[in-house]
């Protein structure tokens, strides 16, 4: 079945809040400036391989998922998200979009489990094929 727009749009920037992603973002080459993650998702194209998600650790040993489209231009753009693990309001509501998220994953017909597990391993900046699959 495949994901509609919108329902896409959602799981991305979903994806991209609990992941931390900024907006606006301007692509360094072109200078074509996306204001939201779903603009950005709606007028990049995702890479050849790999699920454009890659988690990493930055110099302060923290962790990064790394986000990677292909601009209009064709030039690769990669998105940085820190996740800070606060336990403030805002890490509060990162768990109530982890929710939201789910519920589009289940919606689709993904176990409630399977669907947790997948989006933990997105978090961790790990491949998760399911994932990759409803955004394409
Ligand atoms: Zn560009």
Redesign the pocket.
Known sequence: MPTDDKTKGELYAGLVFLVRGSFPKR?S????VFETAQEFLAKTASLQTGSGLRGTLDDEERSIVEIYRN?????T?MEPCRDRRDTSEEGLSRRERFGDILKILTDKGVAFDVGRGELLKVMRGEESALIKDLLK
Not at 29 to 32: A, E, F, K, Q
Not at 71 to 75: E, H, K
């Open positions: 692509c080459n072109c200078g074509t601009c209009v231009c064709g030039s753009m």
